[in-house]
Structures are given as C-alpha cells and as structure tokens.
C-alpha cells in the first residue's frame, strides 16, 4: 500500500496567491514524523518544513505552514504570499517509528507560479 | 560550502560496467542516506548508515547494489553489472541522527545513464 499519497500531479497558481498541495499518509505506527521537500528544476531536493506526530501545534516556517490533521491521516502544505521562485515539484515525505529514519516518499506535485 | 557533495554530478556508462557514486555528508551528521529518484517519480529509499554499519539496507534492489562507508564520513554506492533499468539520479542524505533532529538533507545527486 502507498504509504504517502499526493493526488494532484500539477497545479497552477498566480503570483502573491496562496496554494495547499494535499498530502495523506498511512501507518500503523504512534511515532512518525512528516516532512515536506521543494526541489527545483535543478534537482537538489531542499528541506521546507518538518511536523511530528505528537507535536500540538500546526509547523510554519515562513510563507510555509503545515496543516496537520492527525484524525484524518493529513498533512497538507500551504505555501502563502507565492513568488515565481515557488515553481518547483513539492514532495511529501514520512518518517515511521522512533528509531527508523528513512523516508517514505510522495509521487509529487508540480507547482507552477504565474506573474 | 557545507551541504551534502555528491560525485560525479553526472556519469555516462555502458550496460554491463561497473560504477561507483560518492558522498560527502555535512560535518558531524552520523547518518547517511541514499535513495534512487526515477524520472517524474518520488525519491525511494536504498541504504541508511548510522556511523560505519548499514542500520538498514532493505531498499537495495539486489544485489547488484551495494554500499560502504568504511570510516563514518564519506560513503560510496557501488553498482555491479549496470543495467539500463539502474539509469536514474541517486541522491545521497544525512541527519544528525538522533530522534527529534532527524531532518535529512540531500546532496546535488548523481545523475546515471546507462547506455
């Protein structure tokens, strides 16, 4: 079973607007952590913004903000304020287990920001 | 700079050859990661080393692959008998590796093209 799901392959969005790419997740397991990644066209894959699974409150890092709904098995991104340098494929990722650092990776979503 | 280095940025081989790929993980992080990333397609997970041992190696497709890190800094993919199947970008990560700082952070990649 696909353990990250991210549904919307591309998405177009105006410049200053604010977009959420979707992502769910499945695991069995109480320790987990979330994690979302932008890479450009250039391919290195860089770190936006990280959410645990006993963390209370919703992470933000700047224009980046995590919305986290642990009944629901969701942990959308929401990017505010976007800029053309915003264009890039976004990825979902997740952690399982207390010990276990790997990462469970999404299909991705393409984020194309329009002036 | 002090990210994650990967060498070659690129590598060009023929069916059959063997190759190995490189990283240079970030001062004092003691894991170290290496997924494969198919074109339009989502990192997927190969090797995770803490220190000099391979806590997990269960996304080593076969065992054409394999993986060293002999002195718990630099690590080197090793690819026997290349197909053209093993054409992809290999990202190589590392964290702390310690629970609750185990943000990974990756490298530029390998791009490998088997011909």
């Known amino acids: 079973a696909q353990k990250i799901t991210q549904t919307q392959p591309g998405m177009f969005v105006q410049e200053k607007e604010a977009v959420t790419l979707d992502c769910t997740y499945d695991?069995?397991?109480?320790?987990?952590?979330l994690f979302w990644y932008k890479q450009p066209s250039s391919g290195e894959m860089i770190f936006l913004i990280y959410?645990?699974?006993?963390?209370?409150q919703n992470a933000t890092e700047g224009r980046y903000s995590l919305n986290f709904q642990k009944a629901r098995k969701s942990a959308n991104l929401v990017i505010s304020a976007s800029q053309l340098g915003d264009s890039a494929m976004y990825f979902c990722?997740?952690?399982?287990?207390?010990?276990?650092?790997?990462?469970?990776f999404g299909a991705g979503t393409t984020v194309t920001v329009r002036a | 700079g002090a990210g994650v280095s990967q060498t070659p940025s690129n590598k060009v081989t023929e069916k059959g050859k063997y190759v190995e790929l490189r990283c240079d993980p970030i001062?004092?992080?003691?894991?170290l990661y290496w997924y494969r990333q198919s074109l339009g397609q989502g990192p997927e997970f190969l090797i995770y080393?803490?220190?000099?041992?391979?806590?997990?190696d269960s996304g080593l497709p076969n065992d054409r692959f394999f993986a060293v890190r002999p002195e718990g800094s630099v690590s080197t993919l090793k690819i026997q008998r290349t197909e053209r199947g093993d054409s992809a970008v290999y990202l190589c990560?590392?964290?702390?590796?310690?629970?609750?700082?185990?943000?990974?952070?990756f490298g530029p990649g390998t791009r490998l093209l088997v011909l």
């Open positions: 001062s004092g992080h003691t894991a």
């Open positions: 695991t069995s397991d109480q320790s987990y952590g």
């Open positions: 959410q645990g699974s006993y963390d209370e």
């Open positions: 990722a997740m952690r399982e287990g207390y010990n276990d650092y790997k990462l469970s």
């Open positions: 080393f803490q220190g000099t041992g391979a806590a997990d």
């Open positions: 990560a590392s964290s702390l590796g310690l629970a609750g700082q185990e943000t990974q952070y």
